[in-house]
């Protein structure tokens, strides 16, 4: 039944998570219109898409102000590094995601492990340089692989793990002397080994909630193998991981970095996102996101039976939250992405399939990277389209997600079979 007095939402964002997102709200009787800068073609059917980038901040505020927005919510960490939460907070608008000085938990990797130094947060052993001499020295002494980060914002592709020191050196050279992302500096990590797993908490302030917990595959190929990616699928729950770990990680890792954000003056509000690993030395912290993983949103989102829409209000009000429940299922989901990604790839491909694929109640399909031509989908992305299925169980997911798959037609897209092959 709908709410008689329906509130305007705005998601700030055009992908796969964002799509997820707008998707939950629009299960909620209590939202009415809703609007996605800039959407894509799959969000257009669920939302008003509205023109502006996710960087246009202060056109975003005054949008929301013009049209009557009473909650915005924000998808992508660039909006966020932006200042957008800031902006609508000093405009006194309402706005879900943290504010640019606690989103320096994601944009900076030396600020993150800074902070997990300070208050013993467990994470892998590290040193930062701004020098290329002196890493380079360092890492000679150190052992292989070794962990190279790019401190900033890099898509998911500031991560290199070379095999030897001439890979090393030469991705050294890259990263402090040819400016490849601009002036930096380089934290040098400890390599970990074990199952990553993401574990994404609505946080305001203090106050941290759980969702369902999820895996993301990063490299671009199956077995993972090839380079890594922005994420080629994704599944929820995780077997592997236990009752004793999952509180572990919620109580010596995401409430304690939710209380270091407080107590360093920047309290973080949003969905605080933990890429955590399962070593044999324990759970530890490979890097922290400020916002919704992608694509682990879209398999953890439609999991939740709770209204989105009142998680959303509590954070952003700092009003007390609902309970938050979920639904005892798996979902599991294929990520579609152009050939060539993530390195260069074209765009424009008809993708055909589409309505027969989501037919099946138990497959939803999120875009990604798409657009209209001549009323027709068509790829315009690196990754185009997640097809979720879901079941009691997660080979009940893999298959429903699986036959979804083969029924999209396109010349240009490829997709990892073996997603969820550590649980199959
Ligand atoms: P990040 O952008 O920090 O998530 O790193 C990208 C990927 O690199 C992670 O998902 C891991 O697979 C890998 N990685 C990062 N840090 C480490 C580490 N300390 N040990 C092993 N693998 C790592
Ligand atoms: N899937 C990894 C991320 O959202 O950063």
Redesign the pocket.
């Known amino acids: 039944m709908k709410h008689p007095n329906q509130v305007t939402v705005m998601v700030v964002g055009g992908g796969g998570r964002c799509h997820a997102i707008v998707d939950a709200l629009s299960r909620s009787p209590q939202v009415g219109k809703i609007y996605c800068a800039p959407g894509n073609a799959g969000i257009a059917a669920q939302a008003e898409c509205v023109p502006l980038k996710d960087t246009q901040v202060e056109a975003l505020r005054d949008f929301a102000r013009d049209n009557a927005v009473d909650l915005t919510v924000v998808g992508p960490e660039v909006s966020l590094a932006a200042g957008i939460a800031d902006v609508f907070r000093a405009a006194g608008l309402r706005i879900f995601g943290p504010s640019k000085a606690a989103a320096t938990i994601e944009s900076s990797k030396d600020f993150a492990k800074r902070l997990m130094a300070k208050y013993n947060v467990p994470t892998a052993a590290y040193m930062t340089f701004d020098d290329y001499a002196q890493a380079l020295e360092y890492v000679r002494r150190g052992s292989f692989p070794v962990v190279l980060k790019y401190d900033g914002l890099a898509a998911?592709k500031g991560v290199v793990i070379p095999e030897t020191l001439e890979e090393a050196d030469e991705a050294l050279k890259e990263m402090l002397l040819d400016d490849r992302f601009g002036k930096g500096k380089v934290v040098v990590e400890e390599f970990l080994t074990g199952p990553e797993f993401?574990f994404m908490c609505f946080v305001d302030g203090n106050q941290v909630w759980p969702m369902a917990l999820s895996q993301?595959h990063k490299r671009a190929y199956e077995g993972d193998k090839g380079p890594n990616t922005?994420?080629m699928g994704a599944y929820s729950p995780l077997p592997f991981i236990t009752e004793e770990d999952k509180s572990f990680a919620l109580e010596h890792i995401m409430k304690p970095v939710a209380a270091a954000m407080v107590a360093e003056g920047c309290p973080f509000k949003g969905v605080l996102?933990g890429g955590l690993m399962k070593t044999p030395s324990g759970i530890k912290v490979i890097e922290f996101?400020c916002r919704f993983?992608?694509?682990?949103t879209e398999v953890v989102l439609p999991l939740l039976e709770s209204d989105i829409y009142d998680i959303f209000s509590a954070v952003a009000d700092g009003t007390p939250m609902p309970e938050i429940r979920w639904k005892s299922r798996a979902s599991m989901g294929f990520v579609m992405a152009s050939e060539g990604y993530p390195g260069s790839y074209d765009k424009g491909f008809p993708i055909e399939g589409l309505e027969d694929a989501a037919s099946d109640p138990d497959v939803r399909i999120y875009h990604m990277g798409t657009a209209t031509s001549d009323g027709r989908i068509v790829t315009s992305g690196g990754r185009v389209l997640m097809v979720i299925g879901f079941g009691d169980t997660l080979c009940d997911a893999h298959g429903k997600a699986l036959e979804a798959v083969g029924k999209i037609r396109c010349d240009n897209l490829f997709y990892r079979r073996d997603i969820g092959w550590r649980v199959l």
């Open positions: 998911g993401s993301d922005g994420g996102y996101n993983g992608d694509p682990e």
